[in-house]
């Protein structure tokens, strides 16, 4: 059974920067997607940025330049190195594993921006 665990949110000024973690637990594919998401307030979930199997990555034109995806060798810890963060990056982040065929999501941890 797959977990996904994330940690690192917490209250920054904005221009600061965090450094969100996830870790899945109850795996061992090679073969998988990872992706962060977020949620602002009175808005849908939203994909802001995503690292394919092969290692490629995109991101949402808001956070380019910004933020940056990462993971471990064994792909089954991703990260996202965010700076100069804005009070508009304030969401709930949730972290997506897609691995045979099934999307899993992380509990989601609170990022706050203050002005």
């Known amino acids: 059974q797959v977990q996904l665990v994330e940690s690192g949110g917490g209250l920054v000024q904005a221009g600061g920067s965090l450094r969100l973690s996830c870790t899945a637990s109850?795996?061992?594919?090679?073969?998988?997607?990872m992706s962060w998401y977020r949620q602002r307030p009175g808005k849908e979930r939203e994909m802001t940025a995503v690292?394919?199997?092969?290692?490629?990555?995109d991101y949402a034109d808001s956070v380019k330049g910004r933020f940056t995806i990462s993971r471990n060798n064994a792909k089954t810890s991703v990260y996202l190195q965010m700076n100069n963060l804005k009070p508009e990056d304030t969401a709930v982040y949730y972290c997506?594993?897609?691995?045979?065929?099934?999307?899993?999501w992380g509990q989601g941890t609170q990022v706050t921006v203050a002005s």
């Open positions: 690292v394919y199997n092969g290692g490629d990555t």
């Open positions: 109850g795996t061992t594919s090679l073969i998988n997607v």
């Open positions: 997506k594993l897609f691995e045979h065929g099934t999307t899993y």
